[in-house]
Every structure is written in structure tokens, then in C-alpha cells.
């Protein structure tokens, strides 16, 4: 799970998208910006949000519950911030009490899914905004978290449900941001550079995932398009 105190990667300093914006206006004092541009900029202008959909997800096997919004920040990926690697996590607890964690203002981290050992799926964070989950700002920019319902030291909590679940999100993720398919770019916290984490730890059998992730992006893939990153109605 994300680090249960407050985030190392200062994510609360000035961002990326402030600079962007920041660096807008300076031009438009010299250049004139085209009217399509200012339009998508303009929601990222501090105090004006852009418009949300109460409920909707990002895959449509996923039930939606909200993580309170002191977990994660606004964005606009993949416009603002690429996504390029899923990060697998393990939550050191059960379904339950993950939910009411990254429902907790004061647990300063949450991820954007959460998997349970039934294959069920709860979405909490849109993949469009950043989730606190990697202990890393970068890697949290770049990253859509899955937080698996278990425990590290406890291989019979990695279910067939939980795998099969799991891999078919994580393939759907890698179709939607054209991520490779490989373990340079779905990878396990315990891999985030500066992370003190261990999940998703040495029983969680990644040759059977990949293998499981690989054969639902090929199935999706011959089944038709993938889609774009646009929200689905859960």
C-alpha cells in the first residue's frame, strides 16, 4: 500500500501544470496562443476546476467509491503527464480497510484501484489525476496504482480470481496508454526507486501474471479496438 504517512514526493509544491500555465501567460504577452489551446490550459488556472462526472470510471469491470481528495491531485493525463507503467502494490490488509484508508484525509496516499481475492475491482482515483500510491512524484505522475487485498507473506491471499482480475485491468491500462507490455514498465512497488516498501513481495508470482496480462491484451486486441482514455460509465 502507499505510504501510510505523509507523501515523500511533494506532491503538494508547485507542479508541472503551474509552470505550464505560468509559462502560457508569459508567451501570450508576445505571441498570441490559439484559441483551442487556452481552452484546454484554462481549467488548470488555480481556482477552476475542470468539470468531473460523479461515478464514472476508467474501466468498466471496476465499481466506483471516491478516495477523499487529500490522496491524490488533479491532472490531465495523458495531455499534462504521460503514463507509461502500472505499479502493482499489496495492502497489507484487508479489501475493507484499504477502501477506508484511502478514504481517510489522513492517510495521505491511496492508489486508483483496488483488487480484491473475489476479482472484484473498485476504482477510487480517476486515471486522469495523480495518485499518491509510489512514494516517488515522478513515478506517481507516470503511473496508474492497482493495490492488490492481502498480505506479502501470505501466497494463498493471490488468488486465481485476484490474478485473472488483475491482469485483465492491467492489460486494459496498457491498451488505453499503448504501455509495452513487460516488466520494465508494469512493476511492483518494492521497484520504485526510494521506496522503503516490499509489496508486492516474493510470493507474488509475476512469469504467471505477465503471462495472464499478455494473453488478455492479446485477447482484447483481436476482439477490437482499445479505446481512448475517455471515462466509461460503470
Same mark, same amino acid.
Given at each position: 500500500?502507499?505510504?501510510?504517512?505523509?507523501?515523500?514526493?511533494?506532491?503538494? +509544491?508547485?507542479?508541472?501544470?503551474?509552470?505550464?500555465?505560468? *509559462?502560457?501567460?508569459?508567451?501570450?504577452?508576445?505571441?498570441?496562443?490559439?484559441?483551442? &489551446?487556452?481552452? +484546454?490550459?484554462? $481549467?488548470?488556472?488555480? *481556482?477552476?476546476?475542470? !468539470?468531473? &462526472?460523479?461515478?464514472?470510471?476508467?474501466?468498466?469491470? =471496476?465499481? $466506483?467509491?471516491?478516495?477523499?481528495?487529500?490522496?491524490?491531485?488533479?491532472?490531465?493525463?495523458?495531455?499534462?503527464? *504521460?503514463?507509461?507503467?502500472?505499479?502493482?502494490?499489496?495492502?497489507?490488509?484487508?479489501?475493507?480497510?484499504?477502501?477506508? =484508508?484511502?478514504?481517510? !484525509?489522513?492517510?495521505?496516499?491511496?492508489?486508483?484501484?483496488?483488487?480484491?481475492?473475489?476479482?472484484?475491482?473498485?476504482?477510487?482515483?480517476?486515471?486522469?489525476?495523480?495518485?499518491?500510491?509510489?512514494?516517488?512524484?515522478?513515478?506517481? &505522475?507516470?503511473?496508474? *496504482?492497482?493495490?492488490?487485498?492481502?498480505?506479502?507473506?501470505?501466497?494463498?491471499?493471490?488468488?486465481? &480470481?485476484?490474478?485473472?482480475?488483475?491482469?485483465?485491468?492491467?492489460?486494459?491500462?496498457? =491498451?488505453?496508454?499503448?504501455?509495452?507490455?513487460?516488466?520494465?514498465?508494469?512493476?511492483?512497488?518494492?521497484?520504485?526507486?526510494?521506496?522503503?516498501?516490499?509489496?508486492?513481495? !516474493?510470493? $507474488?508470482? $509475476?512469469?504467471?501474471?505477465?503471462?495472464?496480462?499478455?494473453?488478455?491484451?492479446?485477447?482484447?486486441?483481436?476482439?477490437?479496438?482499445?479505446?481512448?482514455?475517455?471515462?466509461?460509465?460503470?
Amino acid at each position: 500500500m502507499g505510504a501510510r504517512k505523509a507523501s515523500a514526493d511533494g506532491d503538494r +509544491r508547485i507542479g508541472r501544470r503551474a509552470l505550464i500555465v505560468g *509559462g502560457v501567460a508569459a508567451a501570450a504577452g508576445t505571441a498570441a496562443l490559439a484559441r483551442d &489551446e487556452l481552452a +484546454r490550459l484554462w $481549467w488548470r488556472v488555480p *481556482g477552476v476546476e475542470k !468539470p468531473r &462526472e460523479q461515478g464514472v470510471v476508467d474501466y468498466a469491470g =471496476a465499481r $466506483w467509491v471516491a478516495a477523499s481528495d487529500a490522496n491524490w491531485r488533479r491532472a490531465d493525463r495523458p495531455d499534462d503527464f *504521460g503514463v507509461d507503467m502500472v505499479i502493482v502494490h499489496v495492502t497489507q490488509g484487508s479489501f475493507d480497510s484499504a477502501v477506508q =484508508a484511502f478514504q481517510n !484525509p489522513e492517510h495521505k496516499a491511496a492508489s486508483h484501484y483496488i483488487v480484491g481475492q473475489d476479482g472484484r475491482v473498485t476504482q477510487m482515483i480517476r486515471e486522469l489525476d495523480v495518485a499518491y500510491h509510489a512514494g516517488n512524484r515522478d513515478y506517481n &505522475e507516470r503511473s496508474v *496504482g492497482i493495490e492488490h487485498a492481502g498480505f506479502v507473506d501470505r501466497p494463498e491471499d493471490f488468488t486465481d &480470481e485476484m490474478y485473472e482480475a488483475s491482469a485483465r485491468l492491467t492489460a486494459r491500462i496498457c =491498451a488505453r496508454y499503448d504501455i509495452p507490455v513487460d516488466r520494465d514498465h508494469v512493476i511492483g512497488h518494492v521497484e520504485v526507486p526510494g521506496t522503503d516498501h516490499t509489496d508486492p513481495g !516474493p510470493h $507474488w508470482d $509475476w512469469d504467471r501474471y505477465m503471462k495472464l496480462v499478455r494473453r488478455a491484451r492479446t485477447e482484447r486486441a483481436r476482439s477490437g479496438p482499445s479505446g481512448s482514455p475517455s471515462a466509461t460509465a460503470g
